[in-house]
Structures are given as structure tokens and as C-alpha cells.
């Protein structure tokens, strides 16, 4: 999958401001919506049960994100995304912490069935969890995995739930079960900002609102996200979090389809 095609889906969601509808958990919700629109997108964070079926409905994508947990939020997730797919709104959801407590795991196994989902995206555990695959999981952060147990976890997800599957990590992993590919790059400062797991999940969301291949959607979001996050490191230093943060807000809003090419080098995409 070349640069150019992926760069094309970016002129996309930048042309076409979508609008994101986020159903996520209280402590992402600024970040994410600030994040959206220095992409380009259009957030709106609408979670009360009277409006959230009209919202889903005209909203080019519906990010699903099980971080801060209730029932009132679930029921909402559930009205909102049936909502989206009766009406053709592709679907992404976050399984936050799956695999950390019973409830957390269930919930999210029962998501995955209704509404359903379009994109899963998550960590090793979670993504592993959610398909009754132990994996370790502290909190909401996964223990690693090879490359290869990644590549076989992805795949694996996507036939088994029939949807296509983000595994994110040191190098993050999309599959729909026959076409896989790994995405190189970013920086260990991701893991030392709250929040930008979610708010990648939303970037997916918005590169999937305007491009209906899921697997290149969320390649092109990764790819994207990946270059603008070590854009945004070279600029704040490897060892400031709180310059970070900032910084990575203004590379998703200048990072352009001519930038996505890793700093290093190497293949940002591979298929594998």
C-alpha cells in the first residue's frame, strides 16, 4: 500500500470535514475532540439516550469508546450504534481494559455482537480478550507479543468477529482476515500521555467516514497518526510528556500527504 494512495484518504478527510460522533469516556473527551479538529474532522460527543440514534444516523462515522463504564453509557452505545448501521455509519469501537474485569469483558463481547462493529481497534489484550484468547492485561495496557503472535492475533480477531481489526502497540497490525499489513513508527511518548490511544481510535473514525475499505481507512489513520506523533517528538524531545501533548496536537493539524514517510527510513506500511 503506497504513500500516495494513503496520503489521498488524509486530502480526503481534510476536504470533507466529517462529522465523528463519540460516545467516549470522561477522561479523553477534550483531548479527542481537540484532536478531531486539528485533523480537519468534526466532533460531536453526544451520549444522552433521547439524541443519540439521530446523531449516529447523520454522522459520517460513530467511535464507541468503553473507557469509564455504566449502563446508561451502554445503553446509549447499543441505541446509537444500531443506529449507525442501519444507516450505513461505519462503526469503530475502543474495547477499553477488556480482559481486566469480568464486566469489562463482557460488555465488551456483547458490543462486538450488538450494535456490531466495523473497526475494532485495541491492544493485544484487549483485541485478544474480547475473542476469549487469555492475554495479560494491567489496568487498561497489554503485555507484548511477537510479531508473529501479533499477525496471527489480528487475523484471527477479523474471522472470528467479521469485522476489520487494529491491534495497536510498538507496531500496530490491521487485518480483515485475508489482507494484513504492519505499521511502523511513532514514539514510546504515546504511552506517557493519557488519552491518545482514544483519541487514535477517533482518528480512525474520521479516515473511515470518508474512505469505505476499512483496511485502508484504518491504515491510512495509523500511518498518519504514526508520522505526526514522531513529527511531534523530534519538536518536544523524547523526555517532555507534557510538551508532547501539545505538540502532537499541532502535527495532526500540520502533518501533511507529503510527510508520512518515516523520519528513520524505513517502510512506514508493510503487508505482511
Known amino acids: 500500500m503506497d504513500m500516495e494512495r494513503i496520503g489521498s484518504v488524509l486530502e480526503q478527510v481534510r476536504a470533507k470535514s466529517p462529522l465523528v460522533h463519540n460516545i467516549t469516556n470522561v477522561v479523553v473527551t477534550n483531548f479527542t475532540a481537540n484532536g478531531l479538529l486539528a485533523l480537519g474532522a468534526s466532533p460531536v460527543m453526544a451520549y444522552a439516550a433521547e439524541e443519540v440514534a439521530d446523531m449516529a444516523r447523520i454522522a459520517g462515522a460513530l467511535v464507541l469508546n468503553m473507557g469509564t463504564l455504566d449502563e446508561s453509557v451502554v445503553a446509549s452505545m447499543r441505541l446509537a450504534g444500531r443506529s449507525a448501521r442501519a444507516h450505513g455509519v461505519p462503526v469503530v469501537f475502543d474495547p477499553v481494559g477488556a480482559g481486566a474485569?469480568?464486566?469489562?469483558?463482557?460488555?465488551?463481547?456483547?458490543?462486538?455482537?450488538?450494535?456490531?462493529?466495523?473497526?475494532?481497534?485495541?491492544?493485544?489484550?484487549?483485541?485478544?480478550?474480547?475473542?476469549?484468547?487469555?492475554?495479560?492485561?494491567?489496568?487498561?495496557?497489554?503485555?507484548?507479543?511477537?510479531?508473529?503472535?501479533?499477525?496471527?492475533?489480528?487475523?484471527?480477531?477479523?474471522?472470528?468477529?467479521?469485522?476489520?481489526?487494529?491491534?495497536?502497540?510498538?507496531?500496530?497490525?490491521?487485518?480483515d482476515g485475508e489482507r494484513t499489513y504492519r505499521i511502523s513508527g511513532g514514539t514510546p511518548l504515546?504511552?506517557?500521555?493519557?488519552?491518545?490511544?482514544?483519541?487514535?481510535?477517533?482518528?480512525?473514525?474520521?479516515?473511515?467516514?470518508?474512505?469505505?475499505?476499512?483496511?485502508?481507512?484504518?491504515?491510512?489513520?495509523?500511518?498518519?497518526?504514526?508520522?505526526?506523533?514522531?513529527?511531534?517528538?523530534?519538536?518536544?524531545?523524547?523526555?517532555?510528556?507534557?510538551?508532547?501533548?501539545?505538540?502532537?496536537?499541532?502535527?495532526?493539524?500540520?502533518?501533511?500527504?507529503?510527510?508520512?514517510?518515516?523520519?528513520?527510513?524505513?517502510?512506514?506500511?508493510?503487508?505482511?
Open 101 to 175: 474485569t469480568p464486566y469489562r469483558t463482557e460488555t465488551a463481547r456483547s458490543l462486538v455482537q450488538d450494535p456490531g462493529v466495523s473497526i475494532l481497534r485495541g491492544n493485544a489484550a484487549e483485541v485478544a480478550n474480547v475473542i476469549g484468547i487469555p492475554w495479560d492485561i494491567k489496568g487498561v495496557d497489554s503485555a507484548g507479543g511477537s510479531g508473529e503472535q501479533l499477525a496471527s492475533l489480528v487475523v484471527q480477531a477479523s474471522r472470528t468477529l467479521g469485522c476489520v481489526t487494529v491491534v495497536t502497540g510498538p507496531e500496530d497490525w490491521v487485518s
Open 190 to 272: 504515546l504511552t506517557k500521555v493519557t488519552g491518545t490511544g482514544c483519541l487514535l481510535t477517533s482518528v480512525i473514525g474520521a479516515f473511515a467516514a470518508v474512505e469505505p475499505d476499512g483496511v485502508l481507512a484504518a491504515v491510512s489513520a495509523l500511518a498518519f497518526y504514526s508520522a505526526a506523533a514522531e513529527r511531534a517528538v523530534a519538536l518536544s524531545g523524547a523526555d517532555r510528556p507534557g510538551r508532547f501533548q501539545s505538540e502532537l496536537l499541532d502535527q495532526l493539524h500540520l502533518t501533511g500527504s507529503g510527510d508520512l514517510q518515516p523520519l528513520g527510513g524505513e517502510p512506514r506500511v508493510t503487508a505482511w
